[in-house]
């Protein structure tokens, strides 16, 4: 793997910004953060939700093309463009997904409301596009060379069940090249994610032979049966340490309400700083299940089928963690120091579990602005602070990139 220079110093990160190339790209992004505000809102207002990030992924695409890159979509669906440095065996990926969690009938048209948009998805990850576009246009404008080659992607399968499989294939396409990989993604300048939380997302099903809900009264009901199962699980306590959590997310069932269902369905999220915390929450998960099936079944008539269940995995998000002394972190810190910004470290599940869990430098860290109410219907931007998250952007990606005379 290729590895990283040392810590980037601080007075090196002052030499860096005043160098004229830098500054040209700093003096672009000084006066064109409301441009990038302006594609921000006509990417959200394009619905992507997952499996269906084509449309957004070949406007994204004129964007960057415009910025003077080539641009391509590879056979996943991400959209991919290169900027080569002197050495090409060395890269730096920039990754923000394009997927949002809203099904494709959500209405996702941007709504003014003093400095805040709102609209699904502005923030998640439409903070995140925008900054990989400003980004692009800033290094096109700053005519800066650089030593590694820098990749601009915009990713699918993110979020949901999407499995991070836009992640999984850039990674595995640069491999042995990647020197570090930096996901942007949301708004937030005050936290980078170090840790990938690992995860598990499994659907729960239930079937059995349903019914009439008078004639057929005491048929064993799969509904019944998941909520007991449901119950059963909730109370088994999640450790604080490692931290860990769960979420029945969607639940589905029955046709009527004077019919017993065949079958119910629930779909269930677990999540841990740990591995093998998300496994034993696993077979808890399994235990309760089996449990409430075996519950049903005891208190069904005599005569009727039984009900039986089946787990299946939905996707799994490995873990990882960056190093306190990465000198990935300690360039981010320089920038930060430089720009008189603070930010903490996180755990979060994002596109960084995957290059994390390979060992190869990564985290997640927000486009710049405010954002809030992500995954919600609520979900609102500010951009008031965008272009420091871009000259942050800017700076990150330049001195790990190293510049060329
Ligand atoms: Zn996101």
């Not at 030593?147 to 992640?167: F, P, S, W």
Request: aromatic fraction near 4%; charged fraction near 20%; hydrophobic fraction near 40%.
């Amino acid at each position: 793997m290729v590895t990283l220079s040392a810590r980037a110093a601080d007075d090196s990160i002052e030499k860096l910004a005043v160098a004229p190339d830098c500054a040209r790209g700093l003096d672009w992004i000084g006066k064109n953060a409301d441009w990038v505000t302006q594609q921000q809102i006509q990417l959200t207002e394009i619905p992507a939700p997952e499996f269906s990030e084509g449309q957004r992924a070949e406007f994204v695409k004129k964007l960057l093309e415009s910025a003077g890159l080539k641009a391509r979509i590879d056979k996943t669906g991400n959209l991919i463009a290169e900027r080569p440095g002197s050495e090409s065996k060395s890269v730096i990926l920039l990754a923000a997904h394009l997927d949002t969690v809203f099904p494709a009938s959500t209405d996702v048209k941007v709504k003014h409301d003093g400095n805040r948009l709102n609209a699904p998805g502005i923030a998640d990850n439409g903070a995140g596009l925008a900054a990989l576009v400003g980004l692009a246009r800033a290094l096109s404008e700053s005519r800066i060379r650089t030593t590694k080659t820098i990749v601009l992607a915009a990713d699918v399968g993110e979020e949901g069940e999407g499995n991070l499989r836009g992640i999984r294939a850039l990674v595995e396409d640069y491999g042995q090249r990647l020197a570090a990989v930096i996901a942007i993604d949301g708004a937030s300048m005050e936290h980078v994610t170090t840790q990938g939380i690992a995860s598990q997302r499994v659907e729960v099903e239930i079937v059995g032979p349903g019914g009439h809900s008078w004639s057929d009264f005491g048929a064993p009901n799969p509904i019944t049966a998941l909520a007991r199962a449901m119950v059963k699980f909730s109370s088994v306590p999640v450790p604080e340490s490692p931290r860990s959590s769960y979420n029945f997310g969607v639940i589905e069932g029955g046709t009527s309400v004077n019919s017993i269902p065949t079958s119910a369905s629930v779909k269930v999220d677990l999540r841990s700083e740990q591995e093998s915390q998300v496994r034993v929450m696993e077979s808890a998960l399994k235990e309760a299940v089996q449990s409430g099936v075996r519950e049903e079944n005891a208190v069904a008539r005599a005569n009727s089928d039984p009900l039986k269940a089946t787990l299946r995995s939905l996707g799994v998000r490995p873990s990882g963690k960056l190093p306190d002394n990465s000198p990935l972190l300690d360039t981010i810190r320089s920038v930060d120091a430089f720009l008189g910004s603070r930010s903490r470290l996180e755990s979060s599940s994002t596109d960084a579990n995957i290059p994390l869990s390979l060992g190869i430098p990564a985290v997640s860290i927000g486009g710049g602005g405010k954002g809030g109410g992500s995954h919600t219907p609520a979900e609102w931007y500010d951009a008031t602070g965008r272009e420091a998250g871009l000259k942050r952007l800017f700076l990150i990606t330049v001195a790990l990139a190293g510049t060329q005379p």
